[in-house]
């Protein structure tokens, strides 16, 4: 079949305009799109329960007549955890454990020292009080992001994790509900959309404000997360989906093709790229891409991901091939290699690396264990994939002696005289023994 990929090889003399081209993450808000948010945000704000009610009418199609009924009882995740089918519930407990057991080794722990004087320094470490947990609905359903959000707020003590997803028609997942219940959440609003961000950040009469919010969503949901930051915490503005693999040639081409297909049917903005080693390889992926691409479900959201913004790149060597992705900075890495913990050390951006040829992408998604929220568009070369410290907050813990205000006061006296802040200075200086 006829396909429209990139083929770059880093010999030719335009391959950087080509990847310059190809790493192009231009994104400019859509100002139709912030001036909906930004109104359905300040309703929200000001008229509380009524506003989402009139949201959910218009966007959900669901009239509800009093808030308290958009609050799902937690008996009913227990029914739905109950009626999923037997290997569905094993595979969401399964996946739950993994995640929990290895989130656990994040928890940071507070500490504290004593100096000779007896000054004591620490830092004292406490969990967010409220979480608030976005969970896409309609179309989209994805419990394995329920359990990478909830169970690490789970972990790190969150006193209360407050999940909103959207019901369309009044419909709602399963999967999903089920997922809650595993995942420990403590309330579930049946509200989705800009609106769901809105009443998290600000609180309604029925909906609880809450300190941080997490989890993905449309481009409202993402310009409602981006507006209310500083009223609230969020997680992050994430992008599409990326992959790089990068190859020996001595993989299986169809593997390697189908785990390029395996972000690229996220959505048509995806990004799957190939690093090669062997040009012959190159081809032999091309050709498993054009061979396999028709029989696969979601084919024309995998065709324009990897005709917009895919590539197969051939370089000379693996030194190359690492400079490459550090520039990129991807999601996903996957190192099809004979030797990948080795090339693994010289990576220095990206969320997540996937070591060796058995080691597909699609597992860290679901039950690997390591969080599946990950930084996209570049951002791994400062952000880390979402985990317990991301709902710990540290508190510094500062208790001087006689002896230590005396010797520290003189230090602070200085440098406050110095910056013109005397009342600091007198502050410091009360302490200083004469």
């Given at each position: 079949?006829?396909?429209?990929?990139?083929?770059?090889?880093?010999?030719?003399?335009?391959?950087?305009?080509?990847?310059?081209?190809?790493?192009?993450?231009?994104?400019?808000?859509?100002?139709?799109?912030?001036?909906?948010?930004?109104?359905?945000?300040?309703?929200?704000?000001?008229?509380?329960?009524?506003?989402?009610?009139?949201?959910?009418?218009?966007?959900?199609?669901?009239?509800?007549?009093?808030?308290?009924?958009?609050?799902?009882?937690?008996?009913?995740?227990?029914?739905?955890?109950?009626?999923?089918?037997?290997?569905?519930?094993?595979?969401?407990?399964?996946?739950?454990?993994?995640?929990?057991?290895?989130?656990?080794?994040?928890?940071?722990?507070?500490?504290?020292?004593?100096?000779?004087?007896g000054t004591l320094l620490g830092q004292q470490v406490t969990a967010l009080?409220?979480?608030?947990?976005?969970?896409?609905?309609?179309?989209?359903?994805?419990?394995?992001?329920?359990?990478?959000?909830?169970?690490?707020?789970?972990?790190?003590?969150?006193?209360?994790?407050?999940?909103?997803?959207?019901?369309?028609?009044?419909?709602?997942?399963?999967?999903?509900?089920a997922a809650a219940a595993i995942g420990g959440v403590d309330r579930v609003?049946?509200?989705?959309?800009?609106?769901?961000?809105?009443?998290?950040?600000?609180?309604?009469?029925?909906?609880?404000?809450?300190?941080?919010?997490?989890?993905?969503?449309?481009?409202?949901?993402?310009?409602?997360?981006?507006?209310?930051?500083?009223?609230?915490?969020?997680?992050?503005?994430?992008?599409?989906?990326?992959?790089?693999?990068?190859?020996?040639?001595?993989?299986?081409?169809?593997?390697?093709?189908?785990?390029?297909?395996?972000?690229?049917?996220?959505?048509?903005?995806?990004?799957?790229?190939?690093?090669?080693?062997?040009?012959?390889?190159?081809?032999?992926?091309?050709?498993?891409?054009?061979?396999?691409?028709?029989?696969?479900?979601?084919?024309?959201?995998?065709?324009?991901?990897?005709?917009?913004?895919?590539?197969?790149?051939?370089?000379?060597?693996?030194?190359?091939?690492?400079?490459?992705?550090?520039?990129?900075?991807?999601?996903?890495?996957?190192?099809?290699?004979?030797?990948?913990?080795?090339?693994?050390?010289?990576?220095?951006?990206?969320?997540?690396?996937?070591?060796?040829?058995?080691?597909?992408?699609?597992?860290?998604?679901?039950?690997?264990?390591?969080?599946?929220?990950?930084?996209?568009?570049?951002?791994?070369?400062?952000?880390?994939?979402?985990?317990?410290?991301?709902?710990?907050?540290?508190?510094?813990?500062?208790?001087?002696?006689?002896?230590?205000?005396?010797?520290?006061?003189?230090?602070?006296?200085?440098?406050?005289?110095?910056?013109?802040?005397?009342?600091?200075?007198?502050?410091?200086?009360?302490?200083?023994?004469?």
């Open positions: 079949m006829s396909l429209k990929l990139r083929l770059l090889n880093s010999r030719d003399a335009d391959f950087k305009l080509a990847f310059d081209a190809l790493l192009d993450r231009t994104q400019s808000l859509d100002p139709a799109v912030e001036a909906t948010v930004r109104e359905i945000v300040e309703a929200v704000r000001t008229r509380g329960d009524a506003a989402v009610l009139d949201y959910t009418s218009r966007f959900d199609r669901r009239e509800v007549k009093h808030a308290g009924a958009l609050e799902i009882p937690l008996a009913r995740l227990d029914d739905a955890r109950a009626a999923i089918g037997a290997a569905e519930r094993q595979a969401l407990e399964a996946a739950a454990d993994r995640i929990r057991r290895y989130h656990e080794r994040q928890r940071i722990e507070s500490w504290q020292y004593a100096e000779a004087d009080d409220r979480i608030g947990l976005y969970v896409p609905g309609g179309k989209a359903a994805y419990p394995s992001s329920v359990l990478m959000n909830a169970i690490p707020a789970k972990v790190a003590g969150v006193g209360q994790l407050v999940m909103v997803v959207p019901a369309p028609g009044g419909a709602l997942n399963e999967l999903v509900l609003f049946s509200i989705g959309g800009a609106q769901a961000v809105a009443a998290l950040a600000h609180g309604t009469e029925t909906i609880p404000k809450v300190d941080k919010i997490v989890g993905p969503g449309n481009i409202y949901v993402a310009t409602a997360k981006r507006i209310v930051f500083g009223t609230v915490d969020i997680d992050m503005i994430a992008g599409p989906s990326e992959i790089v693999v990068v190859c020996d040639g001595r993989t299986d081409p169809e593997w390697v093709a189908m785990d390029l297909f395996s972000q690229a049917e996220h959505d048509e903005d995806a990004q799957s790229i190939l690093i090669s080693l062997e040009a012959a390889f190159t081809e032999r992926v091309h050709a498993a891409i054009k061979k396999m691409l028709p029989g696969m479900e979601r084919r024309d959201i995998i065709r324009a991901s990897l005709e917009g913004r895919g590539a197969l790149i051939t370089v000379a060597d693996i030194d190359e091939a690492v400079a490459l992705v550090n520039r990129i900075a991807p999601e996903h890495l996957e190192l099809s290699l004979e030797s990948p913990q080795a090339v693994a050390q010289r990576v220095r951006h990206a969320g997540a690396i996937f070591l060796g040829r058995y080691t597909p992408e699609a597992i860290g998604d679901y039950c690997a264990g390591p969080n599946h929220v990950l930084p996209t568009a570049g951002t791994a070369r400062f952000s880390s994939p979402l985990g317990v410290y991301d709902f710990q907050k540290r508190t510094s813990l500062i208790q001087c002696s006689a002896d230590g205000a005396s010797a520290l006061g003189r230090t602070a006296s200085v440098l406050a005289r110095g910056e013109g802040l005397t009342a600091h200075a007198r502050s410091a200086e009360y302490r200083i023994k004469k």
